[in-house]
């Protein structure tokens, strides 16, 4: 099993950047695909981006695409998302995943989960 924990969620303005990290305890982190998920208020959670074990191979929802770039260190246990030129539709709580899988857009791909950090743009 692994556990996960996000950080680096806060209040920015349209146009910020934010870097969020999600730390993960256990040996065998480097063989998990990791993702990132958000859910807004009323909303279903979505896929933002996911990251194969190996790093090299990456997806990202069309909304997100060329803002957001995730990214993982597997010596430090942590998976990151870099976001810039944020917007006030990117307010939400950002979810960490970890998949035995090959990590696709599915949550349900994905069987351990962190806590969330939230994220608010201001206009």
């Known amino acids: 099993q692994v556990q996960l924990v996000e950080s680096g969620g806060g209040l920015v303005q349209a146009g910020g950047s934010l870097r969020l990290s999600c730390a993960a305890s256990?040996?065998?982190?480097?063989?998990?695909?990791m993702g990132w998920f958000r859910q807004a208020p009323g909303k279903e959670r979505e896929f933002v981006a996911a990251i194969r074990w190996s790093g090299l191979s990456t997806g990202y929802a069309d909304s997100v695409k060329g803002r957001f770039t995730i990214s993982r260190d597997n010596a430090k246990n942590t998976v990151y998302l870099q976001m810039n030129s944020l917007k006030p539709e990117d307010t939400a709580v950002y979810y960490c995943?970890?998949?035995?899988?090959?990590?696709?857009?599915?949550?349900?791909?994905?069987?351990?989960w962190g806590q969330g950090t939230q994220v608010t743009v201001s206009s």
């Open positions: 995943a970890a998949s035995t899988g090959w990590g696709t857009r599915s949550l349900h791909d994905y069987p351990y």
């Open positions: 256990g040996r065998t982190f480097s063989s998990y695909a």
